[in-house]
């Protein structure tokens, strides 16, 4: 792949993120490619745009996204029916899904420029929550949707069902769903005490007596970009540093 439009986002409160954006436009510009910027993106760096994530989706070949895993996550959940990869530079001290450093941002613009990038497909969730008191826009999902009980020191119900079929009820803590197949629908079947549902990290929702959370696999996947001499296990050793025991 050798991307002519770069649409560029970034975490506008990561220290520096300004500087580095310019950069990168800058570095961009030096192998003859054009930048879009990302409304907020732009503004952190002293220059304008009124673009968002979603309309640079649908415009880039590319999409480089400054800041931790939390920013691609968010990235991910915005970015509509467009599906570009998304290549990730770390702002910070942990992230598994980005692929370089801020320090070597050189490096990684001479990768895209050249096409020297591998991929991987990753599934992604729809998540809809459906109730008699507000239309939701359904959610997508790169990590997982989270039940929980919110502030209160109690146990939650949940009523499950798989394709349809009635699989039972937890009480427990909370919930992680991660499916890929199938379609699974939660309901809080505990009247009295609210339930929380939490997609990728983002603001909960609260899940209403009535209401239903339908999860199952997206329609669309995200091809996740990264350096030729990195994988996930190489970034695991390197952020985990691991070494091997010297017993």
């Known amino acids: 792949m050798h991307p002519k439009t770069i649409g560029l986002i970034a975490h506008p409160g990561k220290p520096g993120v300004g500087d580095l954006v310019n950069s990168l436009a ?3 510009a030096r192998f003859s490619m054009s930048v879009l910027l990302e409304k907020e993106t732009a503004a952190v760096s002293g220059q304008r745009s009124d673009m968002t994530i979603a309309q640079l989706g649908g415009k880039a070949d590319l999409l480089v996204v400054v800041g931790g895993d939390g920013t691609i996550l968010n990235v991910t959940g915005q970015m509509g029916e467009a599906s570009p990869p998304i290549f990730g530079i770390n702002v910070g001290s942990l992230g598994f899904l980005t692929c370089a450093s801020s320090p070597a941002f050189r490096e990684a613009v001479e990768c895209i420029a050249k096409g020297k990038m591998t991929f991987s497909n990753r599934t992604l969730l729809e998540v809809v929550l459906r109730d008699s008191t507000e239309k939701h826009k359904p959610m997508i999902a790169l990590n997982d ?23 039972t009820e937890f009480n427990a803590d909370g919930s992680i769903i991660v499916s890929e197949k199938s379609v699974i629908e939660v309901e809080a079947s505990e009247p009295d005490y609210p339930v929380y549902l939490t997609v990728d990290g983002r603001e909960p929702l609260r899940v209403a007596k009535d209401a239903t959370v339908q999860i199952r696999k997206a329609k669309k996947a995200l091809q996740l970009a990264a350096m030729p001499d990195m994988s996930f296990f190489s970034v695991v050793r390197q952020k985990l540093k691991w070494s091997g025991s010297n017993v």
């Open 26 to 28: 800058a570095e961009f």
């Open 145 to 167: 949707a989270v039940f929980s009980r919110g502030e209160l020191s109690r146990l939650i119900r949940l009523r499950t069902r798989v394709n349809g079929e009635a699989l």
